[in-house]
């Protein structure tokens, strides 16, 4: 279950990026997740359904009743 995202949040990937990063900045959020990569910068779309299974942790929410959970 893909829990509740904001934009810029940064969260956390199972798999790293080729350029060795775990942590993405959510930039799009829609029917599919805007991800940009917080070390080369390279921008990729996730359905949410993906995400749900790649996402490790939300590493830095900017909501903050998300925090509290
Ligand atoms: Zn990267």
């Known amino acids: 279950m893909l829990p509740e ?11 790293p990026h ?3 990063s ?6 799009r ?3 599919d997740i805007g991800l940009e990569c917080l070390v080369c910068g390279r921008r990729v779309l996730l ?3 993906e995400l749900a299974h ?3 942790k939300v ?5 903050a009743s998300t925090r509290q959970s």
Not at 22 to 27: I, L, S, T
């Open 59 to 63: 590493v830095l929410s900017n909501d």
């Open 47 to 49: 359905s949410r359904r």
């Open 29 to 31: 959020l829609g029917a």
């Open 18 to 20: 080729p350029c060795g």
């Open 5 to 15: 995202l904001q934009l810029d949040d940064i969260i956390r990937l199972r798999k």
């Open 54 to 56: 790649r996402l490790k």
């Open 22 to 27: 775990y942590e993405w900045r959510v930039v």
